[in-house]
């Protein structure tokens, strides 16, 4: 008999990744993806610990899924993800009805759990300090897909005072290239046009003995494989961001002109209290030679306001940096304490309604700058890769190289094209405008 499966994808693209290998997995045993939990005969939570928003919103899903076990009692739920391995078998007490807990390393286990279920096993989250398990590419599962990840690294060593990311996510391993290299061959197999290279920190992606081989060298390996039109990575940190990498997007004719890198706090005080090894004056100089390279380059970047400590003084400095660099895209958040990092014993907490504050300022300085920078599309042409159809408007809709979203009217079969579009009209988040081919 078929079975049915519902997974809820939190967080960032390490967990949409993630969400896929326990797809093969499960599509592989004979279910079928449901996008209706009232239907499904295995839910999963794929969840986020990085905010206590995110966690929040997870454990209010988990226990409306859980609601679903009183219709129907063979229903399994499970959780997975980063809020997963933070607090393992805490989780089965506080929630009686979750029937496992899977640690971020231990995707792999999935089927062994599955089977030892009706035994009483619970909780796979262990060991940290090891690379998971990747299962080979399914075939079919990407059929219709124009773009994808592909993990090239895991786990953080930098530790950020802010950060839960360490410590549920373990410390940096990299992929052999290799088979980073035939994952992505194989998702072109099935129609994939781009790929985006996953690590919390790619640039220090390095694989082998002695200096071993880093991230310009496999960007180029990708570079050079047939049928790939387009290569981005995510997320730089930049006390990494090398010379090397840089020139990259001088070289390399697939990668993407955007790269997101987070700065996080304008203020050399905070950015120290951060402990993020770099100045703002250095963070600037990077986004020059970018720009030097690259002179369309899209930079994005992460930021958060409320930092315990953080001045008034402070948040002007956060404020001037994005003046400054005129980002194309911020997302930017209000501090969020987490369990077992070092801030979360600094002090003094910013109260919420200044963080509050603060955050609505910050935003609405980059719906400005963002605005502009679309309203100078305005009257060009962009090359759009065509991902599918537009949500809202009858329309197709696709990213430039820049990763700004374009939506257009078109007949044809453009799906997995990259297409001219002339640009008419935009709004901070979208452009629009008609196919000239
Ligand atoms: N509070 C608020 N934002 C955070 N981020 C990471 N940790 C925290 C925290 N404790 C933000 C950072 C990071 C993004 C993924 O989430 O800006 O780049
Ligand atoms: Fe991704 Fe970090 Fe959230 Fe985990 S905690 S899902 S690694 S953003």
Same mark, same amino acid.
């Given at each position: 008999m078929v079975r049915h499966y519902f997974i809820a994808t939190m967080g960032c693209q390490m967990n949409e990744y993630d969400s896929d290998h326990v797809g093969q997995l499960l599509q592989h045993r004979d279910f079928l993806a449901t996008e209706d939990p009232k239907k499904a005969d295995? !839910?999963?939570?794929?969840?986020? &610990?990085?905010? &206590?928003?995110?966690?929040q919103k997870a454990y209010s899903l988990l226990g409306r899924m859980i609601v679903l076990k009183k219709r129907n009692p063979s229903l399994i739920v499970g959780i997975m993800g980063c809020i997963a391995q933070q607090w393992g078998s805490i989780l089965l007490d506080r929630f009686p009805g979750l029937d496992f807990v899977?640690?971020?390393?231990? !995707?792999?286990? @999935?089927?062994?759990? @599955?089977?030892?279920?009706?035994?009483? &096993?619970?909780?796979? &989250?262990?060991? @940290?300090n090891r690379m998971s398990t990747f299962p080979a590419v399914r075939s079919g599962y990407f059929a219709g897909r124009v773009k994808s990840f592909v993990t090239?690294?895991?786990?953080?060593?930098?530790?950020?005072?802010?950060? !839960?990311?360490?410590?549920v996510r373990g410390r940096e391993v990299s992929r052999p290239p290799e088979e980073i290299l035939n994952e992505t061959t194989a998702l072109v197999a099935q129609g994939v046009k781009e790929v985006t290279l996953l690590g919390q920190n790619v640039n220090s992606y390095r694989y082998g003995r002695g200096h071993g081989d880093g991230f310009p060298s496999l960007l180029r390996r990708a570079n050079a494989l047939d049928g790939l039109l387009r290569i981005r990575f995510t997320t730089s940190h930049p006390k990494d961001l090398s010379d090397e990498l840089i020139q990259c997007f001088g070289e390399l004719e697939k990668l993407c002109s955007h790269v997101h890198l987070p700065f996080q706090a304008g203020s050399n005080r905070i950015l120290k209290a951060m402990r993020r090894g770099y100045t703002r004056e250095h963070y600037i100089e990077l986004t020059e030679k970018l720009r030097n390279i690259r002179p369309d380059i899209a930079i994005t970047s992460d930021v958060m306001v409320g930092f315990p400590g953080e001045t008034e003084r402070d948040f002007e400095f956060t404020m001037d940096l994005v003046r400054r660099i005129e980002f194309d895209n911020l997302y930017s958040f209000k501090y969020s304490d987490r369990a077992g990092t070092r801030a979360e014993k600094m002090g003094p907490k910013i109260p919420e309604a200044e963080k509050a504050c603060r955050l609505d300022a910050l935003q609405s300085l980059q719906k400005a700058i963002s605005l502009n920078k679309n309203r100078l599309l305005v009257g060009s042409t962009v090359q759009v890769l065509v991902e599918g159809r537009s949500r809202r408007e009858n329309q197709m809709t696709g990213r430039t190289g820049t990763n700004k979203v374009a939506n257009f009217n078109c007949d044809m079969n453009v799906l997995g094209s990259i297409i001219n579009v002339a640009v008419k009209r935009c709004s901070p988040n979208s452009l629009w405008g008609e196919v000239l081919d």
């Open positions: 295995l !839910i999963i939570i794929n969840t986020c &610990a990085v905010r &206590a928003k995110p966690e899977l640690g971020t390393k231990e !995707i792999g286990k @999935l089927p062994e759990i @599955l089977r030892r279920l009706e035994q009483g &096993a619970k909780v796979f &989250a262990a060991d @940290l090239i690294m895991e786990g953080c060593n930098n530790f950020c005072t802010y950060c !839960i990311v360490p410590h």
